[in-house]
């Protein structure tokens, strides 16, 4: 990518003006409450932003539109258990948390059960937060390392360095601000870039005319039931029942167990505040993330009539170039273009019978359409075939480079810097608040609790501050793995969260509704369901949305059974969860 002076100005005037808004937002009370949770007084739109800015990381944006591109629009079915789960988790979670005045979701478990159901569910959660957040920084380094060839683990290093200063210097405060002014940036730019794609495409070639290409490609599967000829296939990931159970479980974790979601909340003035901010989320949350998604589509119908590239990571490309396969990817590519050709007057045709409304003749280019696309796949898996085969062990999923190679094609100079830096923003916004919450568990949920000396409210704040810097540096050398996850970095971070929060939310349901279970006995459960978890994962028995409600299901179940065998007398707690 031809990266101008122009884009560099626009991407540092912007990412600095984002780090000085936040260190000049970040001042707050010297102690563990405002410093984690802002002195719990923020307003609904600021807890909104926060929840929106903590989900949308650079990963949506850098890989839900290649997503689109390779498998259609079917991926927003993985939030449509969301709304629901909002219902719940205002419900259940919100009044409950807010009722004991607690810094971590955690300390609701210590009250019900004892301290090693807490200790373990909190260390679950910074597990699974910790890796998960390393990936996230990984998502911005890769785009500047692909876009322009910097080094890959300097980049980890600067990006993850820069998010530090404001996240360490401000808490919870400068996250939230930050995230508010991330937001208007991200979507304003996401909407440019959509707006250039039609501006792109032919003249004579209007918006619905783009989607007509895409929906005969079969990009448009918004709703798949997963049902074949065979019955239900477990394996398929998105598809409406996965989407609606698997998608609500998983939700209902991530929102009311995950300390990076319940510190957005906690922060709010009041119950209703926390849940007007929940509600919102789970009204626009689906329709942002199709728009993110429609934006794949746009792309993918640009390319029906320009050139796509066989793989579009350019650096993998030139290393297979150098190599022995070179005369073999050269063939595939040489394929690939021809096809390309034929896709072009396919697409032409069916331009001209949609105006003509022909519709024996819209079947007939449908048709040819996916003949294409299936044949187009299978020569784009054999490319990434010989990618692996020229550099073992590179990474052969080239989703997350897609958007990013279109930007570099069709933005103009100052666009591209710009689009760059929201991708940098999102980035900040979700890694930001779970560095909060992965500090805040750290210190409320480990060294208070085993720490023999008593600290003063001023050494707890500076205490919280290098457990925020600790795990900016253990996120960051996370980073330096996330290269080769064989995945495209939206579902590597779906995948990883689906292996822990369904035996933490199983945790919390047993807390809620099970009143008779007590600390042992759930305890246990949810070292069995965790590891029933990871065997399913696997033996690649199913979808990885569906192991939510199994670690769920199995904590629930084991921990029922458990205790009919055991008589211990767990603390409860009763008016709050009654």
């Known amino acids: 990518m031809n990266f101008q002076v122009t884009d560099w100005i626009v991407l540092c005037i912007t990412l600095l003006g984002v780090i000085a808004f936040g260190i000049y937002k970040s001042k707050t009370?010297?102690?563990?409450?405002?410093?984690?949770?802002?002195?719990?007084?923020?307003?609904?739109?600021?807890?909104?932003?926060?929840?929106?800015?903590?989900?949308?990381?650079?990963?949506t944006f850098l890989t839900a539109p290649g997503q689109a591109y390779t498998d259609g629009m079917r991926f927003v079915q993985y939030y449509f258990g969301l709304p629901l789960a909002m219902i719940v988790v205002c419900i259940t979670f919100v009044p409950l948390f807010h009722k004991l005045k607690i810094f971590t979701a955690y300390e609701f478990l210590e009250k019900r059960f004892d301290l090693k159901t807490r200790t373990l569910t909190s260390f679950l959660f910074l597990l699974s937060r910790g890796l998960s957040t390393g990936?996230?920084?990984?998502?911005?380094s890769l785009i500047l390392h692909s876009m322009?060839?910097?080094?890959?683990?300097?980049?980890?290093?600067?990006?993850?360095?820069?998010?530090?200063?404001?996240?360490?210097?401000?808490?919870?405060?400068?996250?939230?601000?930050?995230?508010?002014?991330?937001?208007?940036?991200?979507?304003?730019?996401?909407?440019?870039?959509?707006?250039?794609?039609?501006?792109?495409?032919?003249?004579?070639v209007s918006f619905t005319e783009a989607l007509h290409i895409a929906g005969k490609s079969g990009k448009l599967n918004v709703i798949t039931t997963g049902i074949t000829e065979k019955g239900f296939d477990w394996n398929d990931r998105y598809n409406l029942f996965s989407g609606i159970i698997g998608g609500f479980f998983l939700a209902l974790s991530y929102f009311g167990t995950d300390q990076s979601q319940v510190g957005r909340y906690l922060t709010a003035k009041d119950t209703r505040e926390?849940?007007?901010?929940?509600?919102?989320?789970?009204?626009?949350?689906?329709?942002?993330?199709?728009g993110i998604l429609l934006i794949g589509c746009l792309v993918f119908a640009y390319y029906s009539f320009f050139q796509a590239p066989l793989f579009f990571n350019k650096a993998q490309e030139e290393v297979v170039m150098k190599s022995k396969y070179a005369g073999?990817?050269?063939?595939?590519?040489?394929?690939?273009?021809?096809?390309?050709?034929?896709?072009?007057?396919?697409?032409?045709?069916?331009?001209?019978?949609?105006?003509?409304?022909?519709?024996?003749?819209?079947?007939?280019?449908?048709?040819?359409?996916?003949?294409?696309?299936?044949?187009?796949?299978?020569?784009?898996?054999?490319?990434?075939?010989?990618?692996?085969?020229?550099?073992?062990?590179?990474?052969?999923?080239?989703t997350n480079y897609i958007f990013l190679h279109f930007v570099g094609d069709v933005l103009?100079?100052?666009?591209?810097?710009?689009?760059?830096?929201?991708?940098?923003?999102?980035?900040?916004g979700s890694i930001a608040a779970a560095l909060n919450s992965l500090a805040s568990c750290t210190m409320c949920d480990f060294h208070k609790k085993f720490s023999k000396k008593q600290l003063s409210p001023e050494e707890e704040y500076?205490?919280?501050?290098?457990?925020?810097?600790?795990?900016?540096?253990?996120?960051?050398?996370?980073?330096?793995?996330?290269?080769?996850?064989?995945?495209?970095?939206?579902?590597?971070?779906?995948?990883?969260?689906?292996?822990?929060?369904?035996?933490?939310?199983?945790?919390?349901?047993?807390?809620?509704?099970?009143?008779?279970?007590?600390?042992?006995?759930?305890?246990?459960?949810?070292?069995?369901a965790e590891a029933l978890v990871i065997t399913v994962y696997l033996l690649k028995i199913m979808s990885f949305l569906w192991l939510n409600v199994i670690g769920a299901a199995a904590v629930i179940v084991f921990a029922f059974l458990l205790q009919l065998t055991f008589r211990d007398g767990a603390t409860e707690i009763k008016a709050e969860v009654s």
């Open 462 to 528: 500076r205490w919280g501050k290098l457990y925020t810097l600790f795990w900016g540096l253990f996120c960051i050398v996370i980073a330096f793995f996330a290269y080769n996850l064989g995945n495209s970095l939206i579902e590597a971070v779906n995948i990883l969260g689906s292996w822990f929060y369904g035996t933490i939310l199983g945790i919390f349901l047993v807390a809620f509704y099970m009143k008779k279970v007590k600390g042992n006995a759930v305890f246990i459960a949810a070292l069995l």
């Open 148 to 204: 322009l060839g910097w080094d890959i683990y300097i980049t980890n290093m600067v990006m993850g360095g820069l998010l530090i200063v404001y996240t360490v210097t401000g808490g919870a405060k400068a996250v939230a601000y930050t995230q508010q002014l991330q937001f208007a940036i991200i979507y304003a730019a996401m909407f440019i870039a959509a707006c250039y794609a039609l501006k792109s495409l032919p003249q004579g």
């Open 135 to 140: 990936i996230s920084i990984f998502a911005p």
């Open 274 to 290: 926390s849940r007007l901010g929940l509600l919102l989320n789970g009204l626009v949350k689906v329709p942002l993330q199709f």
């Open 412 to 428: 103009p100079a100052g666009l591209v810097g710009l689009i760059i830096a929201i991708i940098f923003l999102a980035a900040w």
């Open 29 to 59: 009370s010297r102690n563990l409450e405002g410093y984690f949770l802002s002195n719990r007084q923020m307003s609904w739109y600021l807890v909104l932003l926060g929840i929106m800015g903590t989900q949308a990381s650079a990963i």
């Open 328 to 398: 073999a990817y050269s063939a595939a590519e040489a394929k690939y273009i021809l096809l390309q050709q034929s896709r072009l007057k396919a697409v032409q045709d069916l331009t001209v019978a949609e105006k003509e409304k022909n519709n024996s003749q819209i079947q007939e280019q449908r048709l040819q359409l996916q003949r294409i696309e299936k044949e187009g796949n299978d020569l784009r898996k054999e490319a990434k075939e010989i990618v692996g085969k020229a550099s073992p062990g590179s990474d052969t999923n080239d």
